[in-house]
Structure formats: C-alpha cells, structure tokens
C-alpha cells in the first residue's frame, strides 16, 4: 500500500513564505516524476510545478521566479518551496507522484489528500 501525505500549508501573510512537504510511504521501489497541484474554490485543478527523477524541473508561468520544487529520494520526500506569496496563491495544494510499488510493474499514479495554503492579511 502506497500513500503520499502533504503537510507544510497554513496561513501566512501576502510576500510571506511557506514550504510544502510530500512525503511517500509504503512498499515503494521507485518514484518517477512528482508534481505539485492547486485548486481554488471554483476553479479548475491546475499544474503548479513538476520534477522528474532526473530533477528536471517545470513551473508555471504564474509561480516562476517565486516557487521552487525539489526532492529528496532518500526520504521520499518532495518539497515546494513557496516565497512572495499572493492572496492569489490561496488553494488546496497536492502533491501526485508515479510510483513503482513492491511487486508491480508499471508506475502509477497516486494523490495526496491535499494541503490548504491561505494568503490574506
């Protein structure tokens, strides 16, 4: 059984900083690519940020220069490092990573049960 919890969201001030964690448990033999999602109320889940296994790394255009992702494979954990932040960023984040599990054969894709992120003054 494979699960990826997030944690890391709250409230924080607009220009303020936060750092998500991802973190993955269970049988796993291999994570590939990993991305970081948000959902506004009403609006459509969309792509924030994405890395490969190799640390190839894709953002936004609306999150480049302010939002950085990494990963570290030893912890099975990946991280969104979010700074400058806009009452715009306000969503419930999640994290959605392709993972071998023990005795499979293909990666598949899991979610977390997502983290809220509120910016407001």
């Known amino acids: 059984q494979v699960q990826l919890v997030e944690s890391g969201g709250g409230l924080v001030q607009p220009g303020g900083s936060l750092r998500l964690s991802c973190a993955a448990s269970?049988?796993?033999?291999?994570?590939?690519?990993v991305g970081w999602y948000r959902q506004a109320p009403g609006k459509q889940r969309e792509l924030v940020a994405a890395?490969?296994?190799?640390?190839?790394?894709n953002y936004a255009d609306s999150v480049k220069g302010r939002f950085t992702i990494s990963r570290d494979n030893a912890k099975n954990t990946v991280y969104l490092q979010m700074n400058s932040l806009k009452p715009e960023d306000t969503a419930v984040y999640y994290c959605?990573?392709?993972?071998?599990?023990?005795?499979?054969?293909?990666?598949?894709?899991?979610w977390g049960q997502g983290t809220q992120v509120t910016v407001s003054s």
């Open positions: 959605n990573a392709a993972i071998l599990g023990r005795g499979g054969y293909t990666h598949n894709r899991y």
């Open positions: 269970g049988s796993i033999v291999s994570i590939s690519d």
């Open positions: 890395i490969t296994s190799g640390g190839y790394t």
